[in-house]
């Protein structure tokens, strides 16, 4: 008897192995079928621009780059219809590479505005570190003269 019951049990072992395994196929179809569908219903967004961007371009940009410049475009001409304001945690969306607004960005891009972007905060930043270097060795220069009339003083006050 002992024998019929490892038998079975063994069997029902296989069973639920087979089982696993076609359970196993059928998961990882579903779920490339889900990406599709939402690939699909994404909208053009800051991804689809940068993807865009880089096929026309062939330069490669990260996010935070590409929203600062429509953020520029938004803020000082008007490019883009976005009000920007601090907060505002709205996503940009465009109905595809055919939009205006894309279309802008795309010329904005090619014209070189995000590598001039990215030279002037350069350049700023080294001026600002100048004048902080600057304002670090007058300080210096102050505290040396201070140093110097108070040992003189010191001097002159030893010789009464």
Same mark, same amino acid.
């Given at each position: 008897? *002992?024998? +019929? ?7 029902? %072992? ?12 059928? #998961? ?13 219903? /994404?909208?053009?967004?800051?991804? *689809? ?14 996010? $935070?780059? %590409? ?7 938004? $803020? ?5 219809? $976005? ?14 590479? *055919?939009?205006?607004? &894309?279309?802008? &960005? ?10 001039? *972007?990215? +030279? ?9 570190? #100048? ?5 670090? #060795? ?6 040396? +003269? ?6 003189? /003083? ?7």
């Amino acid at each position: 008897m *002992a024998k +019929k019951t490892a038998t079975v049990v063994e069997d029902e %072992v296989e069973e639920l192995e087979e089982e696993e395994v076609e359970l196993e196929e059928e #998961a990882p179809a579903k779920a490339t079928k889900g990406k599709a569908a939402d690939a699909a219903d /994404a909208p053009f967004g800051v991804r *689809a621009l940068i993807a865009l961007i880089k096929e026309k371009t062939n330069k490669e940009y990260k996010p $935070r780059e %590409v929203r600062t410049l429509l953020r520029k475009l938004a $803020r000082e001409d008007g490019t883009i219809d $976005r009000e920007i304001v601090p907060g505002n945690k709205e996503r940009y969306v465009w109905t595809g590479p *055919a939009d205006p607004e &894309v279309k802008a &960005v795309l010329k904005a891009v090619k014209g070189g505005e995000i590598e001039a *972007a990215k +030279k002037a905060a350069l350049d700023k930043l080294k001026a600002d570190k #100048a004048a902080k270097d600057a304002a670090k #060795a007058k300080a210096a220069k102050v505290a040396e +003269k201070k140093a110097a009339a108070a040992a003189a /003083a010191a001097d002159d006050e030893d010789e009464d």
